[in-house]
């Protein structure tokens, strides 16, 4: 981590001329470990912070400009703008992340006196979905709250971050990827009930095995994917549900209560939705207490049906994440393996035993070059911290 710090603190220096007076900050990416697609429909999801994330580098200014780099787009060199300058949706690059959380702050009456210099760098694969935009959102609250004085928590930065995203950048996502991050602790997954914001400290003491993200390096943005198109299908399916059943949201149901009441919804497309939406929810419920019973292996069968559901009710995995998916199960000494994150795309996550991770990274990688005809990464990750001053 200090060899970063001071690559990053350079690279201010050359590219802002001196790094007199600016501050080095880090905010991790996430994982999800089940409970996929359900933080927008009121129910359980189980992240973890990782010890990858998002470095940034900066100063305040003495006028009100705005001057941006990332040492992961180095060919668009610094972004010029301004506090003059926002305007929702209307942002081309990587900027559009921190100048929504910027504008956020604004819309909450916390206002910018000055603009600044801002560097980043990601060690987060872009795209992955490990959250890397998420990640730069709560960077940079973090970075505005010491820089400005704003008084907001971490919860707080998780909030503004999602508004960002949803008022700013117009991508409906909930509150999973801001939270897992904004609230990360080291070696813990977080049990958050997205109804009511209400969250436990799970840890996660993998005796024995690890954590292994492999990349399907099939690159996705929210935008462009069918997110929003499945959340529609789901207000749609709660809507008509509500008018045999009273409750506020798809997380609310059990899954008896589901099949007795699931004719409501008309459409059997619409219904398979609202199903993963209730039973993955459950199935979140259960992976914990199997977690807390020490019971892994149950866990890791849940994943692997998490998976399932995600792919033939909800339809957000595709072939990349199915092979990744697949070939994972036959690998003895995988525990479990799933897409994590929106789908379309991005990555998976798998519990391997300790020795069985070389030979997983070994068939699982040939598999899927083997069927795709270009190779995906695997990266061995550790569970890490919130956001923070370095
Ligand atoms: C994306 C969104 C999250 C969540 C997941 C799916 O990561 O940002 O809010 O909906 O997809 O579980």
């Given at each position: 981590m200090s060899e970063i710090k001071a690559t990053?603190?350079?690279?201010?220096?050359?590219?802002?001329?001196?790094?007199?007076?600016?501050?080095?900050?880090?905010?991790?990416?996430?994982?999800?470990?089940?409970?996929?697609?359900?933080?927008?429909?009121?129910?359980?999801?189980?992240?973890?912070?990782?010890?990858?994330?998002t470095y940034g580098v900066a100063r305040k200014r003495g006028d009100r400009n705005l001057r941006f780099y990332s040492m992961n787009f180095e060919d668009l060199g610094v972004v010029e703008s301004s506090l003059e300058e926002f305007v929702p949706g209307g942002d081309k690059?990587?900027?559009?992340?921190?100048?929504?959380?910027?504008?956020?702050?604004?819309?909450?009456?916390?206002?910018?006196?000055?603009?600044?210099?801002?560097?980043?760098?990601?060690?987060?694969?872009?795209?992955?979905?490990?959250?890397?935009?998420?990640?730069?959102?709560?960077?940079?609250?973090?970075?505005?709250?010491?820089?400005?004085?704003?008084?907001?928590?971490?919860?707080?930065?998780?909030?503004?971050?999602?508004?960002?995203?949803?008022q700013y950048n117009l991508v409906n996502c909930g509150i999973m990827?801001?939270?897992?991050?904004?609230?990360?602790?080291?070696?813990?997954?977080?049990?958050?009930d997205t109804s009511n914001l209400q969250y436990e400290y799970a840890p996660i003491a993998l005796k024995g095995a690890k954590i292994v993200i492999?990349?399907?390096?099939?690159?996705?943005?929210?935008?462009?994917?069918?997110?929003?198109?499945?959340?529609?299908?789901?207000?749609?399916?709660?809507?008509e549900l509500q008018k045999v059943i009273a409750i506020k949201s798809l997380g609310e149901l059990s899954e008896a209560d589901f099949e007795k009441y699931q004719d409501a919804i008309a459409d059997p497309i619409r219904r398979k939705r609202a199903k993963h939406a209730v039973y993955e929810n459950q199935r979140t419920l259960k992976a914990v207490e199997a977690l807390k019973a020490g019971n892994l292996e149950e866990f890791g069968a849940l994943?692997?049906?998490?998976?399932?559901?995600l792919r033939d009710d909800y339809e957000v995995t595709g072939i990349e994440l199915d092979t990744l998916a697949e070939e994972a199960w036959k690998v003895p000494g995988v525990i479990g393996s799933r897409m994590?994150?929106?789908?379309?795309?991005?990555?998976?996550?798998?519990?391997?035993?300790?020795?069985?991770?070389?030979?997983?990274?070994?068939?699982?990688?040939?598999?899927?070059?083997?069927?795709?005809?270009?190779?995906?990464?695997?990266y061995v990750v550790e569970i890490g911290d919130g956001p923070r001053l370095l």
């Open positions: 990053v603190l350079s690279k201010f220096q050359e590219v802002f001329g001196d790094a007199e007076g600016a501050k080095v900050f880090f905010a991790p990416g996430r994982v999800n470990l089940i409970g996929e697609h359900t933080d927008y429909n009121g129910g359980h999801v189980f992240p973890c912070a990782l010890t990858i994330g690059n990587w900027t559009a992340y921190p100048k929504g959380v910027m504008w956020a702050f604004e819309q909450k009456g916390m206002k910018m006196d000055s603009g600044l210099e801002l560097l980043l760098f990601g060690n987060i694969p872009n795209g992955s979905g490990l959250s890397s935009s998420a990640s730069v959102e709560v960077l940079t609250g973090a970075i505005l709250r010491e820089l400005y004085g704003f008084e907001v928590t971490n919860q707080d930065l998780a909030l503004i971050g999602q508004f960002s995203e949803n990827d801001q939270f897992a991050i904004a609230m990360g602790k080291k070696d813990c997954a977080i049990f958050l492999s990349c399907s390096n099939k690159k996705r943005g929210l935008g462009d994917s069918k997110y929003n198109e499945r959340r529609s299908e789901c207000e749609t399916a709660l809507s994943m692997n049906a998490s998976h399932v559901s994590t994150g929106a789908g379309f795309g991005g990555c998976s996550v798998s519990i391997v035993k300790d020795e069985a991770v070389e030979s997983f990274i070994q068939s699982v990688g040939e598999a899927y070059l083997k069927k795709m005809g270009y190779a995906a990464d695997f």
